[in-house]
């Protein structure tokens, strides 16, 4: 059984989203960006993968340059909730409140146990520990976090934007620049 432990690579963009793919250690490229770590470049547009991954990636990037073709195993830390509405911010702040609330009920966890950030955008992500659920990498992974926080999501009554759970997928980093609004993506408590 591969466990998380053995999954420390993923992926990384600064600069415009259609910029090359840069192999990384996840966890420590996540952690200097939550820490605003002048390494990480927070003055600039920046981005993640949302999973991390295995050596047989790490040797995919090493060969093709590109995560694009990659069906191997994969997990994630988080699990990230993408809820943005581009014609009404109102709308997006009480749809993200809900689903924190709607989390925070359901799993009978703190509000700031979860991740909680203003996109610098039209929006809001959070984030669940996988840490709760003890998943498994594999490479049904993402097709899984998908059917699982979509159903979530409706439960609790929000639509959430569900292409971020592709293997591939960007997602913005912590404390990062974005190109288009000139905001930062930054971290709220549960009472915010």
Not at 85 to 109: K, N, S
């Amino acid at each position: 059984m591969i466990t998380m432990d053995a999954m420390p690579y993923g992926f990384r963009v600064v600069g415009d989203a259609r910029e090359g793919r840069r192999l990384i250690y996840w966890a420590v490229a996540f952690r200097a960006h939550c820490e605003a770590d002048e390494r990480a470049e927070p003055d600039k547009q920046s981005f993640l993968s949302t999973y991390r991954f295995g050596r047989d990636f790490r040797d995919w990037m090493r060969t093709y340059q590109t995560p694009k073709g990659f069906r191997g195993a994969c997990c994630a830390d988080w699990l990230w909730f993408d809820i943005d509405r581009d014609d009404d911010p109102q709308q997006a702040l009480t749809d993200a409140r809900r689903l924190l609330a709607g989390i925070v009920e359901l799993y009978r966890i703190d509000g700031d146990g979860l991740l909680t950030f203003f996109s610098g955008g039209k929006g809001y992500h959070i984030g669940i520990p996988t840490a709760l659920f003890a998943p498994t990498p594999s490479d049904r992974f993402a097709a899984t976090c998908k059917r699982f926080a979509l159903t979530l999501a409706e439960r609790i009554g929000v639509e959430i934007d569900a292409g971020v759970y592709d293997r591939q997928r960007l997602f913005r980093s912590p404390n990062s620049r974005h190109g288009r609004t000139g905001l930062y993506k930054r971290r709220l408590t549960d009472d915010e």
